[in-house]
Every structure is written in C-alpha cells, then in structure tokens.
C-alpha cells in the first residue's frame, strides 16, 4: 500500500485561504486516484474531492464546488486541495486517500490507503 501525508492544514478566518497537500511514497503513485475526504466533530467522514490518474476526471462534493481545487503532481508524487472562500462549516479533519486503481470514485470503501489527516479550522 502506498503512504500518504498531509500537510497545510491551519487556523484561519472565514474568507480565507488555504492548501493542502498529499505527499505520497512508491512508484506507482501515478497510476492511483487520489481522493480528499473530511471529518468534521460528532460528524461522520465525508468526500470533499477526487481526481483520477491523469486529472483528466475529477469529482467535488456540492458543498465545496467552486471553492475548492484538487490537483496532482504525478512528477512529485503529490495531491493539493486549494481552498478558496473558506467558512466556518469547513472546520474537519481533512484526510487523503489512495484508490489503487485509475477509475475514479467518490466512496469511502473504494479508497485503501489514508493519511493520518490535518486539521483545519476556520473562524467566524
């Protein structure tokens, strides 16, 4: 299995920005859809976003759409989430996952690998 880490997470105000990134270890990190899902308290987990291998599919959460930004970087093993207009209800556990397969999915049962997630917390 591949292992991933998160980093960027933070406190900020509402409105503002941030980015997360995923580094990812092994070789063929390329050929995996990579998601981004949160867990905000008392809340079950949810999909915030989800790309496939080439970043040619990609797949949002209504909630995030036009806020927020999944990218990949096959050359650098790594995934970002670029969080735009950030708001209060945003606050979570944002977590990476790895789909060892190029089909992209929004599920959490189809993802096998996570990271051990970032904490995000936005202000009012």
Sequence with gaps: QVQLVESGGGLVQAGASLRLSCAASGRTFSTY??????QAPGKEREFVAAINW???SIRYAD????????????AKNTVYLQM???????????YCAAR???LIATQEKNFSSWGQGTQVTVSS
């Design 63 to 74: 909630s995030v759409k036009g806020r927020f930004t999944i990218s990949r970087d096959n």
């Design 100 to 102: 060892q397969t190029p």
């Design 84 to 94: 735009n207009s950030l708001k209060p209800e945003d606050t979570a556990v944002y």
């Design 54 to 56: 080439s970043g040619g």
């Design 33 to 38: 859809t990579m998601g981004w899902f949160r």
